[in-house]
C-alpha cells in the first residue's frame, strides 16, 4: 500500500521556467512533509519541509504548497536551471518531525537548455 | 550541511555469506539513524530505526535476525546482513539525525549484489 504516491515518474522542463512536481498522500495522520532531490548512486539531499499547520513554504526558488483537504502537495523550482536536474522524492511523517519518513517513488526531472 | 558516510559504497558477496555495512556521522551526532533499502525505480522504505545505545526498532516485514542493526555509539551504526540471498541484492542507505531536529541526513548508499 503506497501511502505516499508521485504519479509522474518523469518531467522535462526547459532551463528558465517553471517546474511543478506533485505528490499525493492517503495517509491523514501525516503532519510534515519533505521533499528531497538525489542523483544517482548517491544519497538523497534535503531540500525544503513544511508542516501540516502551513500551507506554503518558501526557500529561494523552492517553494512547497500544501493542500491538506486534497492530500496533496507539490514542489515549484522556479527558475528551473540544469543542475536540478535529478530525481526528487517527496516523504512524509506522522511524527511532526523528519523521523519515520515514508517516500514517494520519485519524479526524474530534466531540464533542458 | 552535515555529511554522512558509508562503507563500502558497492559490495559484492556470494549467497550465504554476511556482510556489514557502516554507517557515519562524520561532522555531528546522530542520536537516531535510519536504515532504509532501495530497490530499481522504486521508493525507499524504511528498514529500521536505531537510537544510539538503544535495540533498533524495526519495520513491519523487516527479519530482525537478518538484519542486524547496532548503534553502538553517536556517530556510527553498523548494519549487517546475514546469511544473505539474491534477492537481499538492493540499495541500502543510511541516515542520521540530531535530536528532534527536522533533518534526516543521507549516507551515498552502499550497493550490494548477492550472487
Known amino acids: 500500500d503506497q501511502q505516499v504516491k508521485q504519479n509522474s515518474p518523469s518531467l522535462s522542463v526547459q532551463e528558465g521556467r517553471i517546474s511543478i512536481l506533485n505528490c499525493d498522500y492517503t495517509n491523514s495522520m501525516f503532519d510534515y512533509f519533505l521533499w528531497y532531490k538525489k542523483y544517482p548512486a548517491e544519497g538523497p539531499t534535503f531540500l525544503i519541509s513544511?508542516?501540516?499547520?502551513?500551507d506554503k513554504n518558501e526557500d529561494g526558488r523552492f517553494t512547497v504548497f500544501l493542500n491538506k483537504s486534497a492530500k496533496h502537495l507539490s514542489l515549484h523550482i522556479v527558475p528551473s536551471q540544469p543542475g536540478d536536474s535529478a530525481v526528487y522524492f517527496c516523504a512524509a511523517s506522522g511524527t511532526g518531525t523528519a523521523s519515520k519518513l515514508t517516500f514517494g517513488t520519485g519524479t526524474r526531472l530534466q531540464v533542458t537548455l | 550541511g552535515a555529511v554522512v558516510s558509508q562503507h563500502p559504497s558497492w559490495v559484492i558477496c556470494k549467497s550465504g555469506t554476511s556482510v556489514k555495512i557502516e554507517c557515519r556521522s562524520l561532522d555531528f551526532q546522530a542520536t537516531t539513524m535510519f536504515w532504509y533499502r532501495q530497490f530499481p525505480k522504486q521508493s525507499l522504505m524504511l528498514m529500521a530505526t536505531?537510537?544510539?545505545?538503544?535495540?533498533?526498532?524495526?519495520e513491519q516485514g523487516v527479519e530482525k535476525d537478518k538484519f542486524l542493526i547496532n548503534h553502538a555509539s553517536l556517530t556510527l551504526s553498523t548494519l549487517t546482513v546475514t546469511s544473505a540471498h539474491p534477492e537481499d541484492s538492493s540499495f541500502y542507505i543510511c541516515s542520521g539525525m540530531q535530536g528532534s531536529k527536522d533533518e534526516q541526513y543521507f549516507g551515498p548508499g552502499t550497493r550490494l549484489t548477492v550472487t
Open positions: 513544511i508542516s501540516s499547520i502551513k
Open positions: 536505531s537510537n544510539e545505545g538503544s535495540k533498533a526498532t524495526y
